[in-house]
């Protein structure tokens, strides 16, 4: 079985967030870069197919030289190769047609993406890239198992959780769930070692224009001071709730 798991090269959740260029561009100074959480949950089920029944496992990642070391990291857990569309991931559309290319030319049989990136969460590129190709698609997806060419998948719905039937080849937006966070992987001296000898591919991107672009980035407002109101003053509480925060 040949998998493909896609990579977003994302800002770690604790860094500080700026923009520059007229609130245009996101500010890339001093902000550490890991591998999309997501995408770290498929990354490391597809490694778990790997021991387990010996399949073939490429990371992908669409984005500039940077986020090489992210890939790096992903073959350090124990991807087999890697290969980075060269170009800058600003559309989802965009992105969805550079990976689409990449599933076609290398006849995967399951592409594991994560439902969204923490960056942006548009949690649209999975879902596009399976209609470009007319695959199969399970998106929320916290569970898979593949035996022959089915896969039987588990998915998050609106209060449970359903499992389905799935031919290959086939494609997920998987989530936290996919494996246990304390099954996650951490590259190991070995690991690292290995990673600089593994094959990391160069690819350019097809002629396809991104669709859209960033105007203005805006950081949520700031929060307002807390108001204390004593517990016997409920008419004061409920003008509050009424006239100022307006939830009653």
Known sequence: MKILVCISH???????????NGDSEFDTNGVQFVINPNDEFGLTRAIWFKEQQGANVTVVNVGGADAEATLRKALAIGADEAIRINANPTDGM???KQL????????????????ESLDYNGGMVPG???GL????????CVGIDVNGNEAKVTREIDGGKET????LPLIIGGQKGLVEEKDLRIPNMRGIMMARTKALTLVEPTGDATATKAVKFEKPAAKSAVKLVNADNLDELINLLHNEAKVI
């Open 10 to 20: 994302v800002p770690d959740t604790t860094s500080k967030i700026n923009f520059v």
């Open 94 to 96: 965009f992105v969805a």
């Open 100 to 115: 689409a290319e990449v599933v076609k030319n290398g006849g995967y049989d399951l592409v594991i993406a994560g439902k």
């Open 128 to 130: 596009m890239v399976a």
């Open 133 to 140: 190709l007319g695959f199969n698609f399970v998106n929320a």
């Open 164 to 167: 389905i039937s799935a031919g």
